[in-house]
């Protein structure tokens, strides 16, 4: 197994791990305590403990510290010595380092002090943040959110996504010859990701979606086939399978959600109000002029949750 491929094992085992460990309960988590300190290898004099692991991973994760405890014991043997492999290595290479004095050198004195900076700031800025951001207020935004939900139509729908006009239309013509083939003919065309569960989206309020995508399927039959739908993805075949009062999620599965947006909304806020209530005074004056910011247009569109397969009942394609 070359390099490249180690390291994506290594990363999806700690996907897997992260989410297994996220399951655990308070008692499993605490009963693994005594492990922190447990010395998974040594080299040239020194040891390395599976907390001293952590850490390490960690970093490869990019994750902050709200990370849950991953559980060494339950990952794969090949990345167990990969990742105590590469985490001895770079402890050998900063005593080399040392044994240089590079840290004595200018420039690295100044980039030590840069990430020092970076890492206390983010650290503050985060447990400012959970100061904030309370249960009480997580619950709040959640249940304006049902009521708001609640009031919306949500709609189950599967695409085909083509490069052009053309192609759209020609699969619409397969269709109006046998449209249950939609599945089908969706993992065998579509350019989308969705392809691989032919072409399905999932349940999805129109928000959720760009306008054109969203005004077609708002003026279709459940079991309708659209015809061909320009957007800047591409031209979009449309099959609505249902459409319905919107279903929020239950608290506990929104939670995590709600509260990462109320956080960064949280740190956003203060940073501003922290940077607004300072006396700061422009030397040079093309730095005192308001730059146009720009929003992403496209956050948090075309994204919808998973759900079960296209229903069985046969699409009609729209005239």
Not at 159 to 176: D, G, M, P, R
Not at 209 to 214: G, H, I, S, T
Not at 271 to 276: P, R, S
């Given at each position: 197994m070359n390099r490249t491929s180690l390291s994506y094992l290594v990363a999806l085992s700690l996907c897997s791990t992260l989410a297994f460990t996220a399951c655990k309960d308070k008692g499993a988590q605490q009963s693994d305590a005594g492990h922190a300190k447990r010395v998974l290898a040594t080299y040239n004099g020194g040891e390395l403990t599976e907390d001293d692991l952590y850490n390490e991973m960690l970093k490869l994760m990019q994750n902050?510290?709200?990370?849950?405890?991953?559980?060494y014991d339950t990952?794969?043997?090949r990345v167990k010595q990969a990742l105590v492999k590469d985490a001895i290595a770079q402890r050998l290479v900063v005593a080399e380092a040392k044994k240089a004095k590079v840290e004595d050198d200018a420039e690295v004195e100044k980039k030590i002090k840069a990430l020092t900076n970076r890492v206390v700031s983010q650290e503050y800025v985060l447990r400012k943040a959970k100061e904030l951001v309370t249960e009480e207020k997580i619950r709040a935004f959640y249940d304006k959110d049902v009521q708001d939900v609640r009031q919306k139509e949500e709609f189950r729908a599967s695409?085909?996504?083509?490069?052009?006009?053309?192609?759209?239309?020609?699969?619409?013509?397969?269709?109006?010859q046998d449209s249950s083939k939609f599945p089908e003919l969706a993992r065998e065309k579509s350019i989308d990701s969705t392809r691989v569960r032919g072409g399905n989206l999932g349940y999805f309020l129109p928000e959720h979606?760009?306008?054109?995508?969203?005004?077609?399927?708002?003026?279709m039959k459940v079991g309708e086939i659209s015809g061909p739908v320009k957007t800047d993805f591409g031209w979009h075949v449309i099959y609505l399978q249902d459409r319905r009062q919107a279903v929020p999620p239950?608290?506990?599965?929104?939670?995590?959600?709600?509260?990462?947006?109320?956080?960064?909304?949280a740190i956003q806020k203060y940073?501003?109000?922290?940077?607004?209530g300072a006396a700061i005074v422009y030397v040079d004056n093309s730095a005192a002029q308001p730059a146009a910011e720009e929003k992403a247009a496209t956050s948090g569109e075309g994204k919808s949750a998973e759900t079960h397969a296209p229903a069985n009942a046969q699409p009609t394609v729209k005239q």
């Open positions: 902050g510290p709200d990370s849950q405890k991953i559980q990952l794969d043997a695409h085909i996504l083509v490069k052009s006009e053309e192609e759209a239309k020609a699969t619409i013509e397969q269709l109006k979606m760009v306008p054109e995508f969203a005004n077609a399927v708002k003026g239950a608290y506990d599965k929104a939670k995590p959600a709600i509260e990462r947006k109320l956080r960064q909304e940073v501003e109000d922290l940077t607004n």
